[in-house]
């Protein structure tokens, strides 16, 4: 049989053992000048124009950006259910409320309408996921906050690079999250960035990474252990370095995909949008699941399901909202492998493959 093609596959080379190795050398392990450069470096690679932060994971980042953006127990954040479930849980460890939305079929991002609909006097955020690397319609959105006084937040875990009318993802909200898991669009091994839109929400990002202190043992906060060491800010710089080469793979591999798929409807792109391709996520309207295992059985072809239960009717959350796009998206959605090492070979087989499999079950 051919060989195995993975969803998706963490590139790590010589430069970044040689990154690590020279920080395991130089004896400081923890948070430090590797860090610092981190997070200076990520902020002008992707033109933010903001101060980011570097933490321990992404889902760290969310919880400290909410909490510095002042969200607390009793407050409502609005977020879309189809997404992981990592930006409600952050939502909910504030002591936050989450309200789910719903999304817009095309993007898969969250809906402005659905968005308003969702509003009490609780409300005070709204937390676009922009999801698969496709910027959520932030126009829409932000019209929507700003008739409401609302902040908004930015999960930006899959969206590094991803722009809406020249803006990066990462520079609209109070504060954005970037995570740097290994299967993410550039790793850390694990970690976490947030941008931060005033001078504020950056000194308490800081304060809560490191037990609410500033000067050491002076603590003004109740804060964690959220520090990004500086092991893993080491594989980062050396990732941003190589990181746009990636995207532009991910984007060609994605226009193959798109030109030759039949059967099955494709990623759209709104406009002035820049996909960076996360997930190259396609609709099956008949048999996704069975399509799936076929992929993986028959062509040794792996995808992924991203997200088959959406948030609201997971046992923490159990909402009995109605969102009709959230739950056709979660029976449709089908990723195929988009990431930068497929070859071209590889490439056809997953054209051919599903194409095949798409006229069988027609
Ligand atoms: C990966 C991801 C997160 C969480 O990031 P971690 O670094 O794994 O904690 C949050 N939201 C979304 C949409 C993600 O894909």
């Not at 304060?207 to 980062?236: C, S």
């Not at 992929?295 to 923490?316: C, D, K, V, W």
Request: aromatic share 6%; hydrophobic share 40%; with cysteine.
């Amino acid at each position: 049989m051919t060989d195995f093609i993975p969803p998706a596959k963490p590139l790590i080379g010589e430069e970044e053992r040689a990154a690590v190795d020279r920080v395991m050398r130089s004896g400081m392990l923890a948070q430090g000048p590797e860090v610092a450069a981190f997070e200076q470096e990520y902020a002008e690679h992707f033109g933010l124009g903001r101060a980011c932060v570097a933490v321990n994971s992404g889902t760290s980042g969310l919880h400290l950006g909410l909490l510095s953006a002042g969200v607390k127990a009793g407050d409502e954040v609005i977020v879309p259910s189809f997404t992981f479930a990592a930006t409600a849980n952050s939502v909910a460890l504030t002591g936050a409320t989450p309200v789910f939305a719903d999304i817009q079929a095309d993007s898969f991002c969250l809906d402005p309408v659905s968005v308003e609909n969702a509003i009490t006097e609780r409300t005070v955020g709204i937390m676009p996921v922009h999801l698969y690397g496709h910027p959520a319609d932030m126009a829409g959105l932000q019209a929507v906050a700003d008739k409401h006084s609302l902040q908004i937040f930015e999960d930006a875990a899959q969206a590094h690079g991803a722009s809406l009318g020249g803006t990066p993802v990462g520079a609209f909200g109070s504060f954005a999250m970037f995570s740097l898991y290994p299967t993410k669009n550039m790793t850390s091994g694990e970690g976490g960035m947030v941008t931060a839109a005033t001078p504020e929400i950056e000194r308490l990002l800081r304060l809560y990474r490191n037990q609410g202190m500033q000067r050491q043992y002076e603590n003004e906060v109740v804060g964690f252990n959220n520090r990004m060491t500086d092991i893993h800010a080491a594989i980062g710089r050396v990732q941003l370095t190589k990181v746009d080469g990636w995207t532009k793979q991910r984007q060609s591999n994605a226009a193959y995909l798109t030109a030759h798929l039949e059967g099955v409807t494709t990623p759209p792109v709104a406009d002035g949008a820049i996909h960076v391709y996360h997930q190259y996520t396609i609709r099956v309207a008949d048999d996704r699941d069975g399509l799936a295992k076929a992929l993986r059985e028959e062509h040794n072809i792996g995808s992924g399901m991203f997200y088959p239960i959406p948030n609201h009717r997971l046992a923490p959350f159990q909402s009995p909202v109605d969102l009709p796009a959230t739950e056709q998206a979660a029976q449709e959605c089908l990723s195929l492998p988009v990431h930068p090492s497929l070859s071209d070979a590889d490439l056809e087989r997953i054209v051919t493959a599903v194409n095949a499999l798409a006229r069988a079950g027609a």
